[in-house]
């Protein structure tokens, strides 16, 4: 019986371990935000957690993609019959009075199977209090393991 206490203690040690701060959970509600939008292809939703005049990077085979998040919402938000969704795992996430970074590798999905992945980077800034992505940019690859 005292095995199975400490190896229960043992694993809400490890789930506290991995759970994020407040702050941190704070700086990846935008981030999860911009996802829904993404996946609702809602241009209004993309944009909203976004700093105006956002922009996002896009490396793609050694050759960056510059665009604005208008651009980009504008371009995702076309209506179409597949179903698009971006999940990250594992972020990393650094925090400095009002700057805040998310470095995350990430799966996109496009109707349920993997269709790229790569590393998001995310630059955050704290704006009345409030957490907002000013940039993204972004590795994308088909050779996902």
């Not at 050694?62 to 795992?89: C, D, L, N, W, Y």
Request: aromatic letters at 8%.
């Amino acid at each position: 019986m005292k095995k199975i206490a400490l190896f229960c203690a043992c694993l809400l040690g490890t789930s506290a371990a991995v759970a994020g701060t407040p702050e941190e959970d704070a700086v990846l509600a935008p981030v999860q935000a911009f996802f829904a939008g993404l996946s609702a292809r809602d241009a209004a939703a993309m944009k909203a957690p976004f700093l105006p005049g956002g922009s996002m990077v896009l490396m793609r085979n050694g050759k960056p993609g510059q665009m604005t998040i208008e651009q980009f919402a504008e371009r995702v938000s076309k209506p179409g019959t597949t179903k698009i969704e971006e999940k990250i795992h594992d972020p990393l996430i650094r925090i400095d009075n009002d700057l805040a970074v998310v470095w995350a590798p990430f799966d996109f999905y496009v109707d349920g199977k993997v269709d790229h992945c790569g590393t998001d980077l995310f630059n955050m800034v704290k704006k009345d209090g409030t957490w907002m992505i000013a940039g993204i940019a972004d590795t994308g690859k088909k050779d996902c393991r």
